[in-house]
């Protein structure tokens, strides 16, 4: 579904939201931090796509992926009640380490308002490394 | 140090914050689902001057107080940079139940901006109902 | 499609959403503050099936509706990835003061989650109250 | 004051802040998106110890400075109650364009925490793109 702005052949999550009244500041614009909550939408919705979900991780694998580096660009002001699409890519799957990519785009005009990458490293409930279980390994690096 | 805005003679605690530029909207004035923020954050320094801290509470006694009912009455807008206090009492201590009601504050004009209150419920970290130790209770009644 | 939990025939909006990662705390449930914000978003999908938005009454009309009071009634934890419904009804319109009343039901057991009314009242952007345009005034008391 | 951690003999502004319980997440950690949060509370506070403040830059000379890219990395995790300093530092003042670098330490063990870039447009209320005021040019770059 992603033809139209990727020369990539990977499979990319999509998720639709609405910019919520809370998300806006006094700038008349969404406030910078939103867009890392996002992201982190984005990511679960990938896993989900992947066929698996990221509560289950938690709980019955004990498999956590904090992030340990976050990057956005923000090229165009998200605003109130914008319809939004949240595109996110695996683009790295290494050991303990996982990457995601992340492209927000507003719904109506097809404008890239921001993108973005980050950098998890798998841990247990105790946020001590681990490795990924191999039934999502395999399914990120199919992805 | 509440004599000028209170006939009451219980103990009020009282915590000093700054508005956030992530906390306004685009109506240029304080989002309100912050003000319950700061309502926690006034609670959670008023059991610090009551000599313990919430943090020990959830970890050492197994003791949470979620809420279970809240109500606010927005009296004039917060804004960017402003700085406010928080002004809790405990007004209610019985059984598993908590009250406690909050006054929000402008530094600058002494304007009241905001006042609710909150109802808890003791439970344990399974959410089910506990009675609240001893120590706690002594403490808060005593306020 | 709400006659399983509601006696009147008052229109009610519904809008779904899924709980987010950000809007946990560590007690592992959703933060108390999020559901005002899920309310708001209950309010502005009732006024768009109501055949308006509120971001042209922000724009358009000068016509802004802040909070004057909210009250929420916790009755059970949302927790992360929960879908839920937010059932918005039309409780009062009388002059520039309008009432809202919610519900936070989940999907997978209809279980209640919270429910809670807000007053607003009608002001322009300098925030000075105003009469409730006419146009708004009848959609809300059809609704 | 910046001694012990850095060889630099640029001003660094410093500001205290206290973890709040809406700002965890259900790993039991600050959840990642409150560092920017935080990494703008730093570059008001530094404005401020410069002599001037952030909304008067918006209000009286119609200057905002949105952000066009962040990055974060987070060293170890935040927890609620936790003291901390966010260290912020100008790093770049060219034309419109402004850099801020942060540093987000505890006070209890001066734990590195997460540190970070900003890098900032100047623009007026409408997003448009202008020069920066000379006063606040001269006293960044004195910096």
Redesign the interface.
């Known amino acids: 579904m992603n033809e139209s702005h990727s020369s990539s052949n990977r499979v990319a999550g999509e998720v639709g939201l609405r910019v ?3 998300e ?6 969404v ?4 867009f ?2 996002w992201f ?2 984005g990511r ?1 919705e990938l896993l989900r796509q992947l066929g698996f ?3 289950t991780m ?1 709980v019955d694998d004990d498999c ?1 992926i ?9 090229k165009s ?1 998200a605003r ?2 914008d319809e939004l699409i949240v595109e996110t890519r695996v683009t790295g799957v290494r050991g303990a380490v996982l990457k995601f990519r992340y492209r927000v785009v507003r719904v109506g005009d097809r404008q890239l308002l921001a993108e973005g990458e980050t950098v998890h490293v798998v841990t247990d ?1 105790t ?1 001590t490394k681990r490795a990924l279980p191999e039934k999502y390994a395999q399914a990120l690096k199919g992805a």
Chains 1, 2, 3, 4 share one sequence.
């Open positions: 919520r009244y809370a806006t500041d006094q700038m008349g614009v406030y910078y931090s939103n890392l909550v982190e939408i679960v979900d990221y509560k938690e956590f904090p992030v340990v580096e976050v990057n956005c660009r923000y002001p109130y009640d409930h946020l």
